[in-house]
T-cell receptor
């Protein structure tokens, strides 16, 4: 059974810092991995999708990496801003038709 | 582009009442999902569908039923609501296949059972 873990559960950093969010999964037989952002009381916004054959994806200040063999993905946020404050969710497309989520990292950027 | 639309956005039910949550997508996606999100537990898969007329159980299916009579709609039913079903419900859709198959989510339905 696929399990997805995100550490830390919460993170607070001052504005301007670079930071890394971690996601690990137990079954390396994945199709792809997707990072989402969720603002309080809102839905999920897709940030990056990494195919299983890829090592990383970049969008603006965000860079996501994938290491299938070790069951890990990281989301790197450069030059953090207060507007980056949100919960970040990692989701693994683990088998036909199933997407398994981690419990998220709540990020707070201090001005 | 409407994307994935959930109806209603908020609802309060009394214990034992029934209701149906509607998810509609206009992207011609084959796969659709229903999740619930509870504090500290992330999103958990309730039921999913790989195409019109098909449904399958996810991680936490008890107390829920689903139907996919039309490709664009995925309905989640609560026959006899319980306080434990108080949650935020999210619907998602995804194109069939495993390349570039980004999942798209609705804005959620906040359900309170009293």
């Amino acid at each position: 059974k696929q399990e997805v873990t995100q550490i830390p559960a919460a993170l607070s950093v001052p504005e301007g810092e670079n930071l890394v969010l971690n996601c690990s999964f137990t079954d390396s037989a994945i199709y792809n991995l997707q990072w989402f952002r969720q603002d309080p009381g809102k839905g999920l916004t897709s940030l990056l999708l990494i195919q299983s054959s890829q090592r990383e994806q970049t969008s603006g200040r965000l860079n996501a990496s994938l290491d299938k063999s070790s069951g890990r993905s990281t989301l790197y946020i450069a030059a953090s801003q207060p507007g980056d404050s949100a919960t970040y969710l990692c989701a693994v497309h683990s088998s036909a038709s199933k997407i398994i989520f981690g419990s998220g990292t709540r990020l707070s950027i201090r001005p | 582009n409407a994307g994935v639309t959930q109806t209603p956005k908020f609802r309060v039910l009394k214990t034992g009442q029934s209701m149906t949550l509607l998810c509609a997508q206009d992207m011609n996606h084959e796969y659709m999902y229903w999740y619930r999100q509870d504090p500290g537990m992330g999103l958990r898969l309730i039921h999913y569908s790989v195409g019109e007329g098909t449904t399958a159980k996810g991680e936490v299916p008890d107390g829920y039923n689903v139907s996919r009579l039309k490709k664009q709609n995925f309905l989640l039913g609560l026959e006899s609501a319980a306080p434990s079903q108080t949650s935020v419900y999210f619907c998602a859709s995804q194109r069939q296949g495993f390349m570039n198959t980004e999942a798209f989510f609705g804005q959620g339905t906040r359900l309170t059972v009293v």
